[in-house]
């Protein structure tokens, strides 16, 4: 019997991660997804048709026994690729959220992320072998102004995606970073942003992030920014003062600037 390599891929029921698990479907791994909602269930099946093995686990990846269960579902078998996409988004003031909902973010997003991850790279670093993608985004590299929160975990994921592949490099572990921009996905509405100029925006299919986030792990590359627009959003980052930048995010991701021209 051919060996099939074996893919965890989280946040794995719509969007960005529904897409990625597709991808690792057609180019030949068995799944095991995970998201926090019950229409996992359904993506797997779907999945399935593909001709691969599929499992899945509807699990809360903001705490530790969800990811503990989650690595749990692998039943030892090795992981060969694991595509840390789970994430939430939260929209408005700082002051204005519940501390809660700004728990969840931080541990959905980082806390759960990142242990997942040291999980699944010791394991990978033992074997000396293994790719890891991870969901960071543009939001990281500029301060998110009515999103400050969701930007700051970013910031995270991106600073930490290249710290861990340099000290992974002569390992034969690989860590891929993938930074989308606006994308067509649930996203807006789940984050509450729908009455922001943000949400009104023409965005990337996620099929095409996926794909190209899927391609940049599959090469090893550390990193990879999705679409022309997002290329010049990341440039400019770096060359504006952060409070240009934050400015500039608010006019975007304020409440009711949909309506404001």
Same mark, same amino acid.
């Not at 899927?214 to 550390?222: C, H, L, R, T």
């Given at each position: ?28 791994? %068995? ?34 026994? !969800? ?24 929209? +408005?003031?700082?002051? %204005? ?9 931080? %541990? ?9 991850? +040291? ?15 991870? &969901? ?48 067509? &996905? ?5 984050? %509450? ?6 949400? &009104? ?18 090469? !090893? ?16 980052? +770096? ?9 500039? +995010?608010?006019?975007?991701? !304020? ?7």
């Amino acid at each position: 019997m051919d060996y099939r390599p074996f893919a965890i891929i989280t946040g794995a029921s719509t969007g960005i991660g529904w897409e990625l698990a597709k991808c690792c479907a057609q180019g030949g791994f %068995d799944l095991l997804v995970a998201a926090d909602e019950a229409r996992i269930a359904g993506a797997a099946a779907e999945l399935a048709s593909t001709g691969a093995a599929v499992s899945a686990v509807q699990v809360d990846l903001a705490s530790m026994e !969800g990811v503990d269960r989650l690595y749990a579902a692998t039943e030892g078998r090795p992981v060969d690729a694991l595509l840390a996409n789970a994430g939430r988004g939260l929209g +408005h003031a700082f002051v %204005d959220q519940d501390f809660r909902d700004i728990r969840k973010v931080i %541990d959905t997003n980082v806390t759960g992320t990142l242990y997942l991850i +040291h999980r699944v790279a010791r394991e990978m670093k033992g074997r000396g072998k293994g790719r890891i993608l991870i &969901t960071g985004s543009i939001a990281g590299l500029m301060p998110g102004t009515y999103q400050a929160v969701y930007n700051g975990t970013k910031a995270l994921l991106d600073s930490f995606a290249y710290a861990l592949g340099a000290e992974l490099k002569e390992s034969g572990v690989t860590v891929t970073c993938l930074m989308p921009g606006e994308t067509e &996905t649930e996203f807006f509405e789940r984050a %509450d942003l729908m009455d922001t100029k943000l949400a &009104t925006k023409k965005k990337q299919p996620a099929d095409q992030v996926a794909k190209a986030g899927f391609k940049a792990m599959m090469n !090893g590359e550390p990193e990879v920014v999705t679409g022309w627009n997002n290329k010049l959003k990341a440039a400019i980052s +770096h060359i504006l003062p952060n409070t240009v930048l934050a400015q500039q +995010h608010a006019k975007q991701a !304020g409440p009711g600037t949909a309506e404001r021209k």
